[in-house]
């Protein structure tokens, strides 16, 4: 079956240090995978998609087949990247699987 | 295109009482999509729509929940009778397709509901 674990509930991080936001998927084809965020009482929005390959807001994401995962990446950490972010898999002809989600916290 | 517009934006109601929640997707997206946020189960998939049809209402909880959308512009949510344990944030979501680049979803507000 089709599942996305995103183990971390909570990850609190200082600013300026290096944040990592793990997500692993179980799919059996070719998957899609994105990033979605929300902030502080805002809808979510998409964040980053693998297929583009592109950095937003310093997040990067990297798709790993052979370990099955998707971790989202930022070197420095600011405390505008405070918010909710959902890892979610994505395939042709279905909703999108959506991961329980990662709470990032930055402090000063 | 103003995004996907939900109402109400709160709401608060006693147990037992007829909640409904009310979405407007963005014009031309094929797909609509019913969302329930808890802090403990996350973010899950209710059900969803294609081209007004329901595909899948698998996530809905149960007999007390249903949804409609009697047509492209307008879906609604009903919970009846409510519980507390309803307590949640409804998303709604539209897009144009699933997979490939129509797959990405637009979300509206959300709506809080809390039940007393």
């Known amino acids: 079956a089709q599942r996305v674990t995103q183990p971390e509930k909570l990850l609190s991080v200082f600013k300026g240090a290096p944040v990592e936001l793990k997500c692993n998927y179980s799919?059996?084809?070719?998957?899609?995978l994105f990033w979605y965020v929300q902030y502080s009482r805002q809808r979510l929005q998409l964040l980053l998609r693998?297929?583009s390959r592109e950095s937003i807001k310093g997040f990067t994401a990297d798709l790993n087949k052979g370990e099955t995962s998707f971790h989202l990446k930022k070197p420095f950490a600011q405390e505008e990247d405070s918010a909710m972010y959902y890892c979610?898999?994505?395939?042709?002809?279905?909703?999108?699987?959506f991961g329980k989600g990662t709470t990032l916290s930055v402090s000063s | 295109d103003a995004g996907v517009i939900q109402s109400p934006r709160h709401e608060v109601t006693e147990m037992g009482q007829e909640v409904t929640l009310r979405c407007k997707p963005i014009?031309?997206?094929?797909?609509l999509f019913w969302y329930r946020q808890t802090m403990m189960r996350g973010l899950e998939l209710l059900i969803y729509f294609n081209n007004n049809v329901p595909i899948d209402d698998s996530g809905m909880p149960e007999d007390r929940f249903s949804a409609k959308m009697p047509n492209a512009s307008f879906s609604t949510l009903k919970i009846q009778p409510s519980e507390p344990r309803d307590s949640a944030v409804y998303f709604c979501a539209s897009s144009l397709a699933t997979g490939g680049d129509g797959n990405e979803q637009f979300f509206g507000p959300g709506t809080r509901l809390t039940v007393l």
């Open positions: 799919y059996s084809g070719s998957p899609e």
């Open positions: 979610a898999l994505g395939q042709a002809g279905t909703a999108l699987i």
């Open positions: 014009s031309g997206h094929d797909y």
């Open positions: 693998h297929i």
